[in-house]
């Protein structure tokens, strides 16, 4: 399809694992946004992605927490060292260029942390 | 700095009541967006409306009606003869070019439409 892909759809991992979260925005977008919503929460910001400029990484939580996108494309979220408080929705969106441009969402990763 | 407030955490309405869901937002800048998406229970949000800072026009389309006022700062929603369908978390976006593309999302008002 030529919408925003995730996957995994859902992860389970236990406490203290990494885990890697993936993004497949779509082609010739080139800002990417990843968000978490918590249950029954808003969207909360992580990080952002546009062209080759330096990421907006002012909403990452913690140091824990890293994303990277290579060529481009795809983008990978990195939790390491789980905790249950990570346990979250894990949006990625993709967009054209400028904020003026809507963003097209993925359908999420869920991820328990046991 | 940069805020979405949507007072509205849940409502509820018997299905063709019309329904507004509000939203308040907060910018400094002159120039800025500002955005309504659906997240129906299936999770995927949906991208209704944007509309930029130099245009309150109201707009509408079909059962769907924007009211933008920079006087208030507010951008509401309505929904005319609410349907089942219409049953889903919407937000509020904003995004100012200055702060480099970033979105700033209100925390959503779930919407049940009850038949």
């Known amino acids: 399809g030529a919408g925003v892909s995730q996957s995994p759809s859902n992860k389970v991992t236990e406490k203290g694992k990494d885990v890697e979260l993936r993004c497949d925005p779509i082609s010739g977008h080139t800002a990417l946004y990843w968000y978490r919503q918590s249950l029954g929460q808003g969207l909360e910001f992580l990080i952002y992605f546009q062209g080759n400029s330096a990421p907006d990484k002012s909403g990452l939580p913690s140091d824990r927490f890293s994303a990277e996108r290579t060529g481009g494309s795809v983008s990978t979220l990195t939790i390491q060292r789980t905790q249950q408080e990570d346990s979250a929705v894990y949006l990625c969106?993709?967009?054209?260029?400028?904020?003026?441009?809507?963003?097209?969402f993925g359908p999420g990763t869920r991820l328990t942390v046991l | 700095a940069q805020k979405v407030t949507q007072a509205q955490t849940e409502i509820s309405v018997v299905e063709k009541e019309d329904v507004t869901l509000d939203c308040v937002y907060e910018t400094r800048d002159t120039t800025y967006y500002l955005f309504w998406y659906k997240q129906p229970p299936s999770g995927e949000l949906v991208f209704l409306i944007r509309r930029n800072s130099f245009d309150e026009q109201n707009e509408i389309s079909g059962r769907y009606s924007w009211n933008f006022q920079k006087s208030t700062s507010s951008f509401n929603f309505t929904i005319t003869a609410s349907q089942v369908v219409d049953s889903a978390v919407y937000f509020c976006a904003l995004s100012v070019t200055n702060t480099g593309n970033q979105f700033y999302f209100g925390t959503g008002t779930s919407l049940t439409v009850i038949p």
């Open positions: 969106a993709s967009s054209l260029l400028a904020s003026y441009n809507e963003q097209f």
